[in-house]
């Protein structure tokens, strides 16, 4: 449970204002990258209001209890790609970024399965323009990019002895 690793996948369903849409989608538990962060790359449709959206999102929440059994508060937040295609412009597409903050409550069960309540909201409303511009290259590498340097240093990190700790404070 507190390791970085594939530990399942589940189902997300939901509903959005402003466009007024329904979101199906599904979400992977990646574990904890860190104590009481969890990592959980997600991918959601939205139908209705003469749009269809497709978004992929990298998200973290920080879990605030480490008692596994009981219901345990968490926030978080996350960045991804939209991609929304208006159904009455055929052709009519637009890539934007965009960044969420997001609250809930879980339990886990038996088996290291959970339950989970969530709010997520929108930060950015306002289309970014994603394409031909260095913003959208800085985006791009450092979301492809970061998992490279972060991963490494954890691995080495994770194998100083205790006993090395001890004697650097």
């Not at 996948?9 to 939901?14: A, D, L, Q, S």
């Not at 597409?93 to 339990?107: F, K, N, Q, V, Y």
């Not at 970061?146 to 994770?158: D, E, G, Q």
Request: glycine share 14%; charged share 20%; no cysteine.
């Amino acid at each position: 449970r507190d390791q970085l690793g594939y530990r399942g996948f589940g189902p997300r369903v939901g509903v959005s204002s402003n466009p007024d849409q329904v979101h199906i989608g599904a979400h992977m538990d990646l574990g904890y990258f860190a104590e009481r962060f969890l990592l959980q790359p997600n991918v959601e449709l939205g139908f209705g209001s003469g749009r269809t959206l497709a978004a992929f999102n990298l998200e973290t929440a920080y879990r605030f209890s480490d008692a596994w059994g009981d219901w345990s508060p968490y926030l978080g937040g996350g960045i991804g790609i939209d991609r929304i295609s208006r159904d009455r412009f055929p052709g009519g597409s637009d890539a934007d970024l965009g960044a969420s903050i997001l609250g809930g409550i879980e339990r886990g069960l038996a088996g290291g399965d959970r339950f989970f309540l969530e709010t997520k909201i929108g930060l950015i409303d306002a289309p970014l323009p994603m394409i031909y511009n260095r913003f959208a290259v800085y985006v791009a590498m450092v979301h492809i990019l970061l998992p490279f340097m972060i991963l490494p240093l954890y691995s080495v990190m994770r194998a100083i002895p205790a006993a090395h700790l001890r004697a650097a404070a």
